[in-house]
């Protein structure tokens, strides 16, 4: 029996470094506690695990001030906090047609609310032209939002390009880092994001139900509304939200293992390092982007250039269903990977796709060469089999 | 340290002292999570003992690490 060959980690990456599991383990067996609640030693250590998690991740963000990054439990969360707790009916919002539904369901529902939207189109490439984001810009502009990268084709969008924009407009920028956040170096001064909504599960290693948004200094907490309001174990004589960070957008017990769980993956990456970990996607990213491009009857998606993308490639097979081939991939090969339009109707539209999709390729940090030589052949066989 | 040499420091919220808690030590500077003093605040966190004689120095210290200090008293 083949042993699985795991390319679903735009999803959720797997394995996690075995650092992550102890941390979890480490968190349910000898701390267990609340954080920040009841004072005695087990809940401090619970706060203290919850504090080191924000620590590791402001480094790596390049955020100053830890306490502006609040926890969640995915980047949805942290995407839905950013666009309805900012976005006023009247506002004008600029977001592009690569993005994910965490993006474009809260934006369409705020649209419905009578905020403004303009989809910039980006190339079938999944590319963008930032003249046309700017030339987007209207009178009562405050926000552009858009994806660091293409969860359906890894493209990465020139954030600090867009961020030079925002800041020449005064407006906000929102990053959804869901694809980048511990795959691609991040600097939140350097690019003027404003806000960098980013999920734990993937890149980041950690488990699935975290995530976050950093809270940048530009950003107005008066206007910012939390999701939720509830217990925070601060200000309980008062029964309104506290207005200070991160109490505010953190009502509730917190996902405490979940974040051991994180700040250690965190931790395992700035360990090894961003770059290293970079040029390590980008590699097998290019052998799979040019393996598949060798295939008859493949079609890949995208700009081709690993250097342009992140760890997700996207390949349809001519005369096979995208759903068909998924499944003869996990049931003769043993291959886990993601089919059909993958939560992106927009970027399918823009590529191409709709409404069939793609086959989704996402190597991870523990995927090689052997892995990637073996995908390719259980392509190369479906393929040979649909001609 | 002995009780009665010492201060407290009250923050807004635990996680805002559990951030001082590493900042100060990173530092070499003694500190102690306590519950807070129910005398000081009818707050249920935490709050930081530290010597009397340390306050001074650990004032800039949280300043510079963006952890704002709500009150500061002897214990």
Known sequence: MLTPLYLDNAATSWPKPPVVTAAVVRYLEQVGANPGRSGHRLSNEAGRIVDAAREVLAKLFGVRNPLRIVFGANCTEALNLALCGLLRAGDHV?????????MMRPLRQLESEGVELTVVPCRPDGTIDCTLVEAAVLPNTVLIALT??????????????????????????????????????????????DLLAFAGHKSLLGPT?????????RVDLSRLRPLMRGGTGSRSEFEAQPDFLPDKYESGTLNVMGLAGLGAGASWIRERGIEAIRAHHQTITQELID????????????????SKQVATVSFTINRMSPSEAGFLLDEEFNLQCRIGL??????????????EGTIRFAPGNFTDRNDVMRALEAVSRLAGRAR | MSADACSVILFHTSNHAFRAEKVLKERGLSCKLVPVPRHLSSECGVCLRIERELLDSVKPVLLAAHVEIAAAHDA
């Open chain 1, 94 to 102: 600029i977001t592009s047609s690569m993005e994910h539904n965490s």
């Open chain 1, 148 to 193: 660091h990268a293409s969860n359906v084709v890894g493209t990465l969008l020139p954030v600090a390009e867009i961020g030079q924009i925002a800041r020449k407009h005064d407006l906000l920028l929102l990053v959804d880092a869901a694809s980048t956040a511990g795959a691609f170096p991040i600097d939140v001064v350097a690019d003027n994001i």
């Open chain 1, 209 to 217: 139900g975290t995530g976050g948004l950093a809270i940048g200094e």
């Open chain 1, 291 to 306: 393996g598949l491009g060798n295939i008859a009857g493949v079609t890949v998606y995208g700009t081709m250039d690993a």
């Open chain 1, 342 to 355: 993958q939560c992106a109707p927009a970027a399918h539209h823009t590529i191409g796709t709709f409404p």
